[in-house]
């Protein structure tokens, strides 16, 4: 593991996701499971999220197409957070939905816009 690049990714991952969320994670994590986490850490969050070719409010606009073409809505969930966290406008996620609706299908759609409500009604956007 390169330490640079963990120390690099956990301060952006706490920074995109929260700090609480994070170390929760990152607790919870067993001999099974600790490994991924430390690998996630270090790849995902230093390297790509590390790479400042792409800005971040950006990149969590991406995040939320990719991941909601997916239909993976539990990160869908945690990374609208994020992308709210990175300056991600209520009208933007909105625009993001309907690029998903266009291209995976209504269905889809329909579970970002219950997903984004809920996120967007807890923190008092909507």
């Known amino acids: 593991m390169d330490k640079d690049r963990f120390e690099r ?3 952006q991952r706490k920074a995109t996701l929260g700090p609480e969320y994070v170390e929760k ?5 067993d001999d099974f499971t600790r490994p991924f986490q430390e690998a996630m850490t270090e790849w995902c969050w230093g390297f790509g999220w590390g790479d400042e070719v792409i800005d971040l409010k950006t990149r969590s606009m991406m995040n939320l197409a990719m991941i909601g073409a997916l239909g993976k809505m539990q990160e869908w969930e945690t990374h609208c957070r994020g992308a ?4 991600v406008s209520v009208e933007e996620i909105r625009a993001i939905i309907h690029v998903v609706g266009i291209y995976c299908g209504v269905p889809q759609a329909l579970e970002c816009f219950r997903v984004a409500r809920k996120v967007l009604e807890e923190e008092g956007a909507l």
Request: net charge positive.
């Open 9 to 11: 990714g956990l301060a």
């Open 25 to 29: 994670n990152l607790a919870a994590a």
């Open 84 to 87: 709210r966290n990175n300056g």
